[in-house]
Each structure stands twice: as C-alpha cells, then as structure tokens.
C-alpha cells in the first residue's frame, strides 16, 4: 500500500491520511487515525466521491484523467495543500526547478569558461553567469509572486540555452538548434504545467479553479 499525508489547512497538522494499492485501487482516507471514507472502485473514483469527517466538514476526491492523470483531493471545496490539484504544489516544483537548473546551468558555466581559456585565451564571459544567476532569481521570485517568476523563466531559459548551444570551434561561431530545442522542452515543461494549473486547475466537481 502507498501512503500519504496531507494538511487539512495551510501550517497545520498533517492529519489526513490516504492510502492505496497499485494505481489508485482501494482508496481509504482517515482522519486523526479514524477512517472516513473508502473508495467504492476506480470508476466511482473517477467520478468523484464526497465524505463527511468527524468535524461535520467534507472531503472530496477524484480521480482526474485529462491528459495529466491527477489525484484530487478537496476539504471544504478547497484543494488541500501538497495535492495534485492544488496549484501550488506545481509552482513549488516549478520554483525549485528554476533553483536547479541556476545550479547545474553556474557548474557548467564554471567548466566550461575553464575549458575555453585554455583553448582559445583571452577574457572570460561573463554573460552566461549573468544569465544563470538570473534564471535562480527568477525561482526565488516564483515563490512569492509565482505568475511574475514563471513568466519571467520561460522567457529566460530559452535565451539561456541559446547562448549555452552556442560554441566557438575553429571554424567559428556554431549553432546547435537542436540542444536549444530538447532542453527547452525539458526544462519549460514544468513552468507551463504550473502556469496552466495556476490558471486551469481541475476540481471534485469537474469544472476548473482560476487563480487569477
């Protein structure tokens, strides 16, 4: 059986608990230890199903299937933080993927600025430290004005790895489009996943949640 715990709110206690067998088979929730609610099968999770809590609260799940499959959970009407319906959840990994590509993007920078002075000589670039630097700033942004930070790294991470694709051989100045394309893709999947869920989330209910 996989487990997980959740907040019920935002700082508090982790007391909810959901636990499953293989994918999303026999859903079970409990509360403080005390089980509220079981899944009646896949189907009807899919559906959505809505349990009471000792408190008189709701707690509802479903099991999203629309291109991301997607384990909701809602207290309240309110998506519970840590979900997979909750936006945050993807601009938290959004912000922390900015924090590491800035990391592997200043190692490689470092190396390479090593490399080429041996190479070819003269002054070291400062640009592409600039552009990594900035690209860290950026996720540190998305933390605390998450639509600011994401928009800010999608547009900063292709010109990053544009100046990055770029090589000085001994015929001169090479291109690699294809480097930009392949790691464009990797590294923006996450920021646009997190700007659509910030934007298109799905609920219990079925409709979507705007955080706008």
Known sequence: ???????????GPKR??????????????TVDGVQVGQSQGKSALRHGELW????????GVRLHQGGLQLLL??????????????????????AYGLLLACFVLLLRDYVLMLVRAEQLGGARPVLPFVLSGVIGLAGLVTLRLPRVGLIAGVLLVPLKLFTAAMQWTGAGLR????DVALWSLVLLYPLLTALYM???APTVEGATRSES
């Open 73 to 94: 959970v809602e207290h309240e009407g309110r998506p519970v933080p840590g979900s997979l319906g909750h936006p945050m959840t993807w601009v938290r990994g959004a």
């Open 52 to 59: 009471r809590l000792p408190d008189g609260s709701r707690l």
């Open 175 to 178: 291109i690699s489009p294809m």
């Open 198 to 200: 910030m934007r298109y």
């Open 16 to 29: 909810l608990e959901l636990s499953w067998r293989g994918n999303y088979e026999e859903l079970r929730a």
């Open 1 to 11: 059986m996989r487990t997980r715990r959740f907040r019920l709110e935002e700082g």
